[in-house]
Antibody, heavy 123, light 108 residues
Framework: EVQLVESGGGLVQPGGSLRLSCAAS????????IHWVRQVTGKGLEWVSV???????YYPDSVKGRFTISRENAKNSLYLQMNSLRVGDTAVYYCARASFGGFRGLIPYFDYWGQGTLVTVSS | DIQMTQSPSSLSASVGDRVTITCRAS??????LNWYQQRPGKAPKLLIFAASSLQSGVPSRFSGSGSGTDFTLTISSLQPEDLATYYCQQSYSTSMYTFGQGTKLEIK
């Protein structure tokens, strides 16, 4: 059974740092791109970052330069280092596995999600 | 960046109704469009990928269509367990994935 379990959330002051983890099981972790997606309470989903199987990474402008995604395949683990945190970063953070399908198997989609971990940035 | 706009933002329907949610992309994304369901207090769940492919285990009353800029998610016969918020997502720009703002579906 595929499972993704996030941890590391909590309360942090503005300007502080936090490291989230995502423990994966039930699949060959090293063969998949993995994403972070966040959700402010009562609001929509916002994509935060992705790390590919080759270690390539991408971020939206809202977190670029402050957040760093990484992976440790030997431990089946994904991380999100969050620095210079802002009140606006308060959200539930989900990790999600990406698979590919559709035309020529090139279309990515998020087929498994973790349960999320809450990050609260407040003084 | 590619913007995704869903409509309506919310809707209320009765059990057995046919429900349609639309999603429009700010530029053509071919069929790089996915739909997710998020029940209250739960993580999102994949329903449809590549615009029209039903994810394994998802009831057949859910279907998706469209290509280019206009897409549709249809529930053929609404069930009580379909109470949720539905999101579309474009995966055409793989360095900047974006979601629609969500459609909250209520049961009358």
């Amino acid at each position: 059974e595929v499972q993704l379990v996030e941890s590391g959330g909590g309360l942090v002051q503005p300007g502080g740092s936090l490291r989230l983890s995502c423990a994966a099981s039930g699949f060959t972790f090293s063969s998949y791109d993995i994403h972070w997606v966040r959700q402010v309470t009562g609001k929509g989903l916002e994509w935060v970052s992705v790390i590919g199987t080759a270690g390539d990474t991408y971020y939206p402008d809202s977190v670029k330069g402050r957040f760093t995604i990484s992976r440790e395949n030997a431990k089946n683990s994904l991380y999100l280092q969050m620095n210079s945190l802002r009140v606006g970063d308060t959200a539930v953070y989900y990790c999600a596995r990406a698979s590919f399908g559709g035309f020529r198997g090139l279309i990515p989609y998020f087929d498994y999600w973790g349960q999320g971990t809450l990050v609260t940035v407040s003084s | 960046d590619i913007q995704m706009t869903q409509s309506p933002s919310s809707l209320s329907a009765s059990v057995g109704d046919r429900v349609t949610i639309t999603c429009r992309a700010s530029q053509s994304i071919s069929t790089y469009l996915n739909w997710y369901q998020q029940r209250p207090g739960k993580a999102p769940k994949l329903l449809i990928f590549a615009a029209s492919s039903l994810q394994s285990g998802v009831p057949s009353r859910f279907s998706g269509s469209g290509s280019g800029t206009d897409f549709t998610l249809t529930i053929s016969s609404l069930q009580p367990e379909d109470l949720a918020t539905y999101y579309c997502q474009q995966s055409y720009s793989t360095s900047m994935y974006t979601f629609g703002q969500g459609t909250k579906l209520e049961i009358k």
